[in-house]
C-alpha cells in the first residue's frame, strides 16, 4: 500500500514476568497497513490484545520489538501529545470533568493549536448531533450516548486525522449506541477521518467497512477487506462475527 496512515511492523509487545517468571507474550509479530481515510476493525476475544494494539498506535503503549509508522513517520519520533491528538482514542467509558460540557471541550494542555471559540464549540456540538444548549449542561448530568459524543466533540475539536475506537458503543443501551454510530460514520464521511476500532458491533463495521483483523492471543489469524462485501470474507470467525455472533462464542480454528 502506497502512503498508508498507519502501518505496523512485526509488533511484538510482552511484560516482564513477575518475580522472575517468563515474561507474558501480549501482542506477537502483528502487521498491518490502513489507507488515508480507511477503516480497520480489530475483533477477537476478551484478553486477545485489541486494546493494547490500539494503544500502540499512539504511544500510549511502547512495544518490545517492531515499528508503528503514523502519517509516515515512526511514532517514536513524533511529539507523544501532537500524535494523541492527531490520533484521537476514544474509550468505551466516557472520561468528563467535573464542570459543564463547555470546560469538558476546553480543557488542553497550554499551547493546543485550534479554534476554541464559541461558534467553534457550536458547530462541533452540532457535527456530533447536540444542540449547542449543550455547553452549559452539567457534564455529569447527561446520558452515557451523550457523554460518548462529547467525547467525540472533544477529539473532533482538535482535528484528528484518524480516531482510536475502543468499544465506543459497547456501555450503551441499544438506541444511544446507534447514535454513537451514526456520529462515528457521519464525522468520518464529512473530515475524511481514518477509523481504527475494538468493536463488537457487527453494526459499526457494516458502517464502516475497510478491514477487519482477527486477533486471538496477540496473535493475527485472519485480516480480509471487507470491499464485496460480507459474503467476500473467507475467515468463518470473522463472518460469524457479521453474522452478529459473539467472538466468545466461536470456536477456535483446529
Ligand atoms: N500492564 C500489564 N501487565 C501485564 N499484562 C497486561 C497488562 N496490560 C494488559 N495485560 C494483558 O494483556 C492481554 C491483552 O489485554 P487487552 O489488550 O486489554 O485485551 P483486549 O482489549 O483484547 O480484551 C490480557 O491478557 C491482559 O491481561
Ligand atoms: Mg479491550
Known sequence: MSDPIVAVEHLTLAYPGDRGRPAVSVLTDVSLNMARGGALTLVGPSGSGKSTLLRCLNRLEEPTAGTVRFDGRDVRSLDPRELRRR???????????????????????????????????????????????????DAATLSGGEKQRVTIARALLRDP??????????????????????????????????????????????????????????????????????????????????????????????
Open 87 to 137: 490520533a484521537a482514542l476514544v474509550m468505551q467509558t466516557p472520561v468528563l470533568f467535573e464542570g459543564t460540557v463547555r470546560d469538558n471541550l476546553w480543557l488542553r494542555p497550554a499551547g493546543t493549536p485550534g479554534d476554541f471559540s464559541e461558534a467553534r464549540l457550536s458547530e462541533v456540538l452540532i457535527e456530533v448531533g447536540l444542540e449547542p444548549l449543550f455547553l452549559d449542561r
Open 161 to 254: 486525522q484518524a480516531l482510536l475506537l475502543d468499544e465506543p458503543t459497547s456501555a450503551l443501551d441499544p438506541p444511544n449506541a446507534a447514535l454513537v454510530v451514526e456520529t462515528i460514520s457521519r464525522a468520518r464521511e464529512a473530515r475524511r477521518l481514518s477509523i481504527v476500532a475494538v468493536t463488537h458491533q457487527p453494526e459499526l463495521v457494516r458502517h464502516l467497512g475497510g478491514s477487519l483483523l482477527f486477533l486471538v492471543r496477540g496473535r493475527v489469524e485472519a485480516y480480509e477487506r471487507l470491499d464485496g462485501g460480507a459474503s467476500a470474507i473467507g475467515d468463518a470467525r470473522l463472518q460469524a462475527f457479521l453474522a452478529g455472533e459473539s467472538p466468545r462464542a466461536v470456536p477456535a480454528k483446529p
